[in-house]
């Protein structure tokens, strides 16, 4: 315990003299060198972002009865669980609706474009798994 006192107090003392012997230097004339101004240059790390297109929301379904709704797993941890609860819970409270569960190959950060294509072609409706 001691030993590492005696260094720590070693390495403090050869800092404060190392800081207070930088600001003391002298010049070949005999004359205190004049202080040297750093410039530092500071970027904002949030950027700018471009400008939202604000697009309207899809309008409601009149009724979930014939409709084929698309529960997708973007693969986020217990979404799975998730929608196999909420697929049990359409299917007894709609019995008409045609529900499919899907994984997206793109996970949570990607685009699955085939799935999406599909979506588009063949959904009325989709619920996305995206986690929180």
């Keep these: ?3 590492r ?4 107090t070693l390495l403090c003392a050869g800092l404060f003299c190392g ?3 930088a600001g003391n230097q002298v010049s070949a004339q005999g004359e205190k060198a004049a202080p040297v101004e750093q410039k530092i240059t500071v970027l904002n790390p949030l950027g700018t972002p ?3 297109a604000l697009k309207a929301m899809a309008e409601r379904l ?3 009865d014939g409709k084929t709704i698309y529960f997708v797993n973007t693969g986020y941890i217990g979404t799975d669980r998730l929608m196999s609860v909420m697929m049990d819970w359409f ?6 609706a045609n ?3 899907k994984v997206s190959k793109g996970g949570m950060t990607g685009v699955d474009k085939a799935l999406w294509a599909e979506i588009g072609e063949k959904a009325d409706a989709a619920i996305l798994g995206l986690g929180h």
């Excluded at 006192?5 to 720590?8: D, F």
Aim: hydrophobic fraction near 45%; aromatic fraction near 8%.
């Design 19 to 21: 800081l207070q012997g």
């Design 62 to 64: 009149n009724t979930l």
């Design 50 to 52: 471009p400008p939202v």
């Design 5 to 8: 006192v005696m260094v720590i």
């Design 1 to 3: 315990m001691k030993l």
């Design 99 to 101: 529900v499919e569960y």
């Design 91 to 96: 299917k007894a409270n709609y019995p008409k």
